[in-house]
């Protein structure tokens, strides 16, 4: 969303105007030239399982290097059906209701030009994941805000339904939520569902982080719900699940109208996607049940940890359900608001956070509240802390 600090480039299209730089490219290039610690884009800093790369590099030398078909290659989409049976017991159609992405970015660039006209409403969770802003606007749709709050950060179910007008035309879902970490409740679910149902709305949902839910809480798709298979184009990537986020794999599934509608916007944005890359992840969506425990159980110890130092310097921690990502309130270290905290940071003392008021419209909702990854080693999470604890008591030069 808008930076203040990065012009408008003179010939840049009115649609897109106001939006900026993404912030994560910001922060990252603010952390390479300060060498901060970087707790500010989403990225782990180990690597996906050794097997599924080489699953990749074999398929890479046997020849599997030309365009793959363009709803991706029969093995992966057959995984991906399998893993909605095997994870949510839904029955998917790998022929018909599966389309491979160039990650769950193009998807929902992909749904949202395909499903919004001009001046139609999507109803979206705000803090809002960067792109979505930039999607809705390329497609010349209104967002309209459903904002969670601090301490919880839950869904205000009375305000959803008021939020829907004759213009609404798509609900834009993310759970578990990034930045705020909030895995929606089965009340908060069946909510939407009720509303979409109702109204008769698409919804679009981002699942990208459905195997990253921690206390034993479990993720469930919207799509289970009743009436909401035929309405929903349910999106996810293997980049969070297993740390191969370069990779940029990934996927839509629904019933067949609407991953044919998708369809209609994804052929003309990238046609097909890293041929070599999908039998791999077909064979990683196969791993077995030890493996996905694994994978949020480790992640539950990164998050404590953070959540632990960052308490102990005095922050109000929110802690999350889910996801890669803490958000903190930093008034308590004297700042009022998380962006100039953001832009000092990196010089004050080497580490790198992202401020939540440009994932927001209402941004005085966002103004305190800064989010920190936690998908790092915890060497770096430590080192994070360590540096952090200069500034403890200081505030704001
Ligand atoms: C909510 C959400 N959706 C989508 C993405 C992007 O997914 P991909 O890398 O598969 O395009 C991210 C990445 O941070 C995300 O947090």
Redesign the pocket.
Known sequence: MADATVPTPARLASRLHGLGTTI?AEMSALALETESVNLG???PDVDGPREIVEVAVSAMRNGRNQYAPGMGVPELRTAIADHQKRFYGLSVDPTREVLV????????AAALLALVDPGDEVLALEPY?D??VACIAMAGGVRVPLTLRPPDFRLDVDALRAAVTDRTRLMLV?TP???TGTVLTDDELRAVAQVAVEHDLVVVT?E??EHLTFDGLAHRPLATYPGMWERTAT??????TFSL?GW???WVTGPEDLVRTVMMAKQFMTYTSGAPLQPAIAAALAMGDDFYAGVSAALQDKRDRLCAGLSDLGLEVFVPQG??FVTTDIRPLGYDDGLSFCYDLPRRCGVVAIPHEVFYDDKEAGRPLVRWAFCKRHEVLDEAVARLSTLAGHGPD
Do not use: L, M
């Open positions: 994560f884009q989403g990225f992405t160039t990650g769950a970015t193009e998807a929902v994941y792109s979505y993310n939520h990034n930045p981002d990208v982080y999106i996810s990537s293997a980049g969070k986020t940029k794999v990934g996801t890669y």
